[in-house]
């Protein structure tokens, strides 16, 4: 959701435009290497009140002077293309509707693992292992993490290594770690966990259409073979091991009352559940230079997949510098 943002400034706007060109460059760089990183373009953000849909027509107006395209359409045309078979049966009180051409979709564990395995090519190293402390030495940075020796009766061990620069991005755990460095950083970061449900449904074969749909902060997204990805719960907690509510998952599945017959059909494949790092007191995400050749990036919340590339970008200009 980058064109379809209701601001037109700011730093988030900025993060968000980026990160939507990043995407299209890094999918034919990927590509040319052998990857395949599909991108499923299309959004629709369907309107749930004339004042929403209103908003709607002037964000249209809006992006037109910035030379970005959106359209809107009203509900006798929503209609015609739920009967033409471009929409499925819409939720009960679309007012109207707002189509984005550039938004989208992006598969996250395919475009993680294609990153990985490319980043590899370049020298990228992957050490698994736990990080329990980060601490100053000399002018560098010692990483100490807790590692299992699988070769040897699954011994742990605790491992060190000294890096130039390091880029926190542990979410949650963040604050644990900086908490050693110093007390005016640890306390200045303040992350609070919302657990968020998402379902993956088997739809009714009379279903398919293309393009993602959003409707009051709820996406349903298609995918190859019939299914569809629904989420998700927004629920603040205290703690990252509790599970998620059920009446939350209920209620979004149903889409809050207004769920059409043909996603009251659809049959449950799985479930499953994560927790996002909300930053409280400050806007997401939190991209900071803490120390020298120590920066944070976490707390991106909703947005850690599309924010993730200019988030790179941010992080790789700092290196350069």
Same mark, same amino acid.
């Given at each position: 959701?980058?064109?379809?943002?209701?601001?037109?400034?700011?730093?988030?706007?900025? $993060?968000?435009?980026?990160?939507?060109?990043?995407?299209?460059?890094?999918?034919?760089?990927?590509?040319?290497?052998?990857?395949?990183?599909?991108?499923?373009?299309?959004?629709?953000?369907?309107?749930? *009140?004339?004042?929403?849909?209103?908003?709607?027509?002037?964000?249209?107006?809006?992006?037109?002077?910035? @030379?970005?395209?959106?359209?809107?359409?009203?509900?006798?045309?929503?209609?015609?293309?739920?009967?033409?078979?471009?929409?499925? #049966?819409?939720?009960?009180?679309? !007012?109207?509707?707002?189509?984005?051409?550039?938004?989208?979709?992006?598969?996250?564990? &395919?475009?993680?693992?294609?990153?990985?395995? *490319?980043?590899?090519?370049?020298?990228?190293?992957?050490?698994?292992?736990?990080?329990?402390?980060?601490? &100053?030495?000399?002018?560098?940075?010692?990483?100490?993490?807790? !590692?299992?020796?699988?070769?040897?009766?699954?011994?742990?061990?605790?491992? @060190?290594?000294?890096?130039?620069?390091?880029?926190?991005?542990?979410?949650?755990?963040?604050?644990?770690? $900086?908490?050693?460095?110093?007390?005016?950083?640890?306390?200045?970061?303040?992350?609070?966990?919302?657990?968020?449900?998402?379902? #993956?449904?088997?739809?009714?074969?009379?279903?398919?259409?293309?393009?993602?749909? @959003?409707?009051?902060?709820?996406?349903?997204? =298609?995918?190859?073979?019939?299914?569809?990805?629904?989420?998700?719960?927004?629920? =603040?907690?205290?703690?990252?091991?509790?599970?998620?509510?059920?009446?939350?998952?209920?209620?979004? &599945? /149903?889409?809050?009352?207004?769920?059409?017959?043909?996603?009251?059909?659809?049959?449950?494949?799985?479930?499953?559940?994560?927790?996002?790092?909300?930053?409280?007191?400050?806007?997401?995400?939190?991209?900071?230079?803490?120390?020298?050749?120590?920066?944070?990036?976490?707390? /991106?919340?909703?947005?850690?997949? $599309?924010?993730? =590339?200019?988030?790179?970008?941010?992080?790789?200009?700092?290196?350069?510098?």
């Amino acid at each position: 959701m980058a064109n379809v943002f209701q601001r037109s400034g700011g730093r988030n706007w900025r $993060l968000r435009q980026q990160s939507l060109a990043l995407f299209g460059q890094w999918q034919q760089e990927l590509e040319a290497a052998g990857f395949e990183v599909p991108i499923q373009r299309g959004l629709w953000m369907l309107a749930d *009140s004339s004042n929403q849909f209103k908003k709607q027509q002037a964000l249209a107006e809006k992006r037109k002077k910035e @030379n970005i395209k959106l359209e809107t359409f009203d509900p006798i045309q929503l209609n015609n293309f739920v009967n033409s078979g471009r929409l499925p #049966e819409l939720p009960q009180g679309v !007012c109207g509707a707002l189509w984005s051409e550039f938004d989208g979709q992006v598969d996250p564990q &395919q475009w993680m693992q294609a990153l990985l395995r *490319s980043g590899q090519n370049y020298g990228l190293e992957i050490i698994d292992g736990l990080v329990n402390q980060l601490k &100053q030495d000399c002018g560098n940075w010692q990483v100490s993490w807790l !590692c299992i020796n699988n070769d040897q009766n699954n011994q742990k061990y605790i491992e @060190n290594r000294k890096f130039d620069v390091i880029l926190l991005c542990s979410g949650l755990a963040s604050t644990e770690l $900086l908490k050693p460095l110093a007390e005016d950083i640890s306390t200045a970061i303040t992350l609070q966990p919302v657990i968020g449900q998402a379902l #993956e449904l088997k739809l009714p074969t009379d279903i398919n259409w293309q393009g993602n749909i @959003n409707w009051g902060g709820i996406n349903l997204v =298609p995918r190859p073979g019939g299914r569809l990805w629904l989420g998700a719960t927004l629920e =603040p907690t205290q703690t990252t091991s509790q599970m998620g509510s059920t009446e939350a998952l209920q209620a979004m &599945q /149903h889409l809050n009352g207004a769920a059409p017959e043909w996603l009251k059909r659809a049959q449950i494949l799985r479930k499953w559940q994560g927790v996002r790092a909300q930053p409280l007191e400050r806007t997401a995400p939190i991209l900071e230079l803490l120390l020298p050749g120590l920066m944070i990036l976490a707390g /991106h919340y909703r947005n850690g997949i $599309l924010l993730g =590339p200019a988030s790179a970008a941010w992080a790789a200009a700092n290196i350069l510098n």
